[in-house]
């Protein structure tokens, strides 16, 4: 598989739209259910998500949580802020590819760099 390494700093709006376009790899933190099927952690829970996918994003206006519509994904397989198995549930990474994203810049207590993609496909467990 090839690797995309884009660096958005400095680039016009129109330059960073044309390189989102390119697919990308990440990282995705996903509930990982009793009966072995994939889901969120947060916003619309009960969605399962199956592997090797395409699957487009939805909006899920959720009370409490910042309105980014689009699929989260991490630039490492790194979220400090959120635990990886509470008591409630099992959680587990998973290696992503995803495309028409944009680049948000987090602190590093919540993992650094963040895509929000339009489309994403689960590739495997790591």
Not at 20 to 46: A, E, Q
Not at 70 to 80: F, L, T, V
Not at 84 to 89: A, E, H, I
Not at 95 to 108: H, S, W
């Amino acid at each position: 598989m090839t690797n995309y390494t884009i660096k958005l700093d400095g680039l016009t709006p129109a330059a960073k739209l044309l390189l989102s376009k390119k697919p990308n790899y990440g990282y995705k933190l996903l509930h990982v259910r009793k009966n072995n099927t994939l889901g969120p952690l947060f916003i619309n829970k009960k969605q399962i998500i199956p592997l090797n996918t395409w699957l487009k994003a939805e909006d899920h206006k959720t009370p409490k949580f910042a309105h980014r519509p689009g699929w989260h994904i991490c630039s490492k397989p790194n979220a400090p802020h959120i635990k990886l198995n509470p008591k409630s549930q099992k959680r587990a990474w998973f290696k992503v590819q995803f495309f028409k994203y944009e680049v948000l810049n987090r602190p590093q207590s919540q993992g650094g760099i963040w895509f929000i993609a339009k489309y994403m496909k689960i590739l495997e467990k790591i």
